[in-house]
């Protein structure tokens, strides 16, 4: 898949670094770049979502690489999931510290 060779490349990523972001292999993306074999559609669906597109545009299908849905403005970015994800796995400890390093923050903002 020629399109997520570009998309990665756009986004200055290496194939390391996307593999990390998706939480696959190195060498999965490899495969998926060079033809060698296809992601899933729940990886599909993670990449589409990341790179901002549709699956259609990553597969092919189309040469529209837009949405082709209206995402609400109240809906998580990937990356947005991601850190909540992430903050959600933390101790409650941590998840204080954080809470008072974005209270810092706002006060000084």
Same mark, same amino acid.
């Given at each position: 898949?020629?399109?997520?060779?570009?998309?990665?490349?756009?986004?200055?990523?290496?194939?390391?670094?996307?593999? /990390?972001? $998706?939480?696959?292999?190195?060498?999965?993306? &490899?495969? *998926? =770049? @060079?033809?060698?074999?296809?992601?899933?559609?729940?990886?599909?669906?993670?990449?589409?979502?990341?790179?901002?597109?549709?699956? /259609?545009? $990553?597969?092919?299908?189309?040469?529209?690489? &837009?949405? *082709? =849905? @209206?995402?609400?403005?109240?809906?998580?970015?990937?990356?947005?999931?991601?850190?909540?994800?992430?903050?959600?796995?933390?101790?409650?400890?941590?998840?204080?510290?954080?809470?008072?390093?974005?209270?810092?923050?706002?006060?000084?903002?």
């Amino acid at each position: 898949m020629k399109r997520i060779l570009e998309l990665r490349q756009k986004k200055k990523l290496t194939q390391q670094q996307l593999a /990390d972001i $998706l939480n696959v292999s190195q060498q999965s993306i &490899h495969k *998926y =770049e @060079n033809g060698i074999c296809s992601p899933t559609i729940e990886g599909l669906r993670d990449m589409a979502e990341f790179f901002d597109t549709s699956i /259609d545009y $990553l597969v092919g299908i189309t040469d529209n690489p &837009h949405r *082709y =849905e @209206n995402i609400s403005k109240d809906a998580l970015t990937f990356s947005e999931k991601r850190l909540l994800t992430y903050y959600r796995s933390l101790s409650p400890v941590t998840q204080e510290l954080i809470q008072q390093v974005i209270s810092e923050h706002e006060k000084k903002a």
